[in-house]
């Protein structure tokens, strides 16, 4: 049996968390407007707006790069756990307006995408490319569920 890996948060995970730095720009306009004008009222509603995208780009920074750390921690000393075998009842449901799978392996439920604000483990469903379908031979390493390292066995 030859295994390949589809996914490791050491490898890849850091990509999902970039999306916290999108307020940047924001902030750097913002803060160019209120050095640039001469007017009490811009300058006003210039600070509060960059405030503003200050306080989101803390909170998306504190809930996804923290996340990922806390997650790197765990796999890097040794707090996750190792199953694999055949996926079995592999099942999907819309929850939010998006599409979510469930997948079983040895009677550990794992759930792959919908809204995942924080999450880092493995979220590429079947209709996304993922290649986990019923009956497939994975290798599975998770902290409390969330897939962190995934092997495809054929």
């Given at each position: 049996?030859?295994?390949?890996?589809?996914?490791?948060?050491?490898?890849?995970?850091?990509?999902?968390?970039?999306?916290?730095?999108?307020?940047?720009p924001f902030i750097?306009?913002?803060?160019?407007?209120?050095?640039?004008?001469?007017?009490?009222?811009?300058?006003?509603?210039?600070?509060?707006?960059?405030?503003?995208?200050?306080?989101?780009?803390?909170?998306?920074?504190?809930?996804?790069?923290?996340?990922?750390?806390?997650?790197?921690?765990?796999?890097?000393?040794?707090?996750?756990?190792?199953?694999?075998?055949?996926?079995?009842?592999?099942?999907?449901?819309?929850?939010?307006?998006?599409?979510?799978?469930?997948?079983?392996?040895?009677?550990?439920?794992?759930?792959?995408?919908?809204?995942?604000?924080?999450?880092?483990?493995?979220?590429?469903?079947?209709?996304?490319?993922?290649?986990?379908?019923?009956?497939?031979?994975?290798?599975?390493?998770?902290?409390?569920?969330?897939?962190?390292h995934l092997e495809?066995?054929?």
């Amino acid at each position: 049996m030859t295994c390949t890996l589809e996914f490791d948060l050491l490898n890849g995970g850091f990509r999902d968390w970039l999306i916290a730095l999108a307020p940047i720009p924001f902030i750097l306009s913002g803060a160019v407007i209120f050095i640039r004008t001469t007017s009490l009222g811009v300058k006003a509603l210039t600070f509060l707006l960059t405030l503003c995208a200050l306080c989101v780009l803390y909170f998306l920074v504190d809930a996804t790069y923290g996340r990922y750390l806390e997650l790197v921690s765990h796999q890097n000393s040794g707090a996750f756990t190792n199953i694999e075998g055949p996926v079995g009842n592999y099942y999907t449901m819309e929850k939010s307006e998006r599409l979510v799978e469930f997948v079983t392996v040895h009677s550990r439920e794992f759930k792959i995408g919908g809204p995942q604000l924080g999450s880092f483990g493995y979220s590429r469903r079947s209709t996304d490319g993922g290649l986990m379908t019923p009956g497939q031979y994975v290798k599975i390493r998770h902290i409390n569920g969330e897939i962190v390292h995934l092997e495809i066995c054929t």
